[in-house]
């Protein structure tokens, strides 16, 4: 009886680990981007690096929770011959809203790039500039190579380790179920790594379009747009947050 008792514990236990290491994630995620911020030299740079800070040690957490759980023994178990592909766990739904986002926010910093112009300061990529019956209005701050640079490499690194760690997730043996719920807080911090930097960004982009008024109706066109891709991004944030937090209660 003790046996079966234990048996039935083991499942509960390494829920419970799988759980507190994405809640301790978090909780590093939280303090490593509130460490990275306070680098800021008041540009606004520091934020653009503790945003991956904070997705980084979300996609630890889920990883280090995956470690602490046991290989489930017993019974021999047989499996079929097909390899698990990572595509068969990522989550139909969410993937292709996070990847229009992604596109969304690599078209967006390159199209801001294209037309930025140097700030009063001469740092070149943070100044947007227009001119109309002869008078030259400038804008910031913009987010040109300035910003954009720092955000694409970090979305690259970022969607490198969290494919990797995607394809560790879907090799490692274990439970259907608890394989899934990983995957699923896997893509949702990848989520937080592209709608942040998106928010942000269309953010800071319809604000300087806001304070020129020369921008004509190309300008009046692009900032509603950017008022919606934020708030697609606005809705996304707390999602992933609450996802990585908790993948079961997301999927409900």
């Not at 899934?180 to 800071?204: E, M």
């Not at 300008?219 to 947050?241: K, Q, S």
């Amino acid at each position: 009886m003790s046996e079966l008792n234990a048996g039935a514990d083991r499942p509960l236990t390494a829920s419970r680990a799988d759980r507190y290491a994405r809640w301790c994630g978090l909780a590093a995620g939280a303090v490593a981007a509130r460490a990275v911020a306070s680098l800021d030299d008041g540009l606004g740079v520091g934020i653009l690096y503790a945003i991956p800070a904070f997705g980084l040690c979300a996609v630890i957490g889920v990883l280090v929770g995956d470690a602490l759980t046991p290989r489930v023994h017993g019974a021999v178990r047989t499996a079929g011959l097909t390899p698990r592909r990572v595509r068969d766990y990522v989550p139909r739904r969410m993937a292709p809203l996070l990847l229009c986002q992604a596109a969304a926010l690599v078209i967006l910093l390159a199209v801001a790039a294209t037309v930025a112009s140097p700030d009063d300061m001469g740092r070149a990529g943070r100044s947007l500039a227009a001119t109309c019956h002869g008078v030259t209005e400038s804008a910031g701050p913009w987010p040109g190579l300035f910003y954009g640079l720092p955000v694409l490499v970090s979305l690259a690194l970022s969607t490198a380790a969290c494919g990797w760690s995607l394809l560790r997730i879907a090799r490692r043996p274990g439970e259907e179920q608890a394989r899934r719920d990983r995957s699923l807080a896997i893509t949702a911090a990848w989520g937080l790594l592209v709608s942040a930097p998106l928010l942000g960004a269309a953010a800071t982009a319809s604000g300087a379009l806001t304070s020129l008024s020369c921008d004509g109706t190309t300008g009046a066109i692009a900032t509603w747009l950017l008022y919606a891709v934020a708030l697609v991004a606005l809705v996304t944030v707390p999602w992933c947050l609450v996802t990585i937090a908790s993948p079961r209660a997301a999927r409900r």
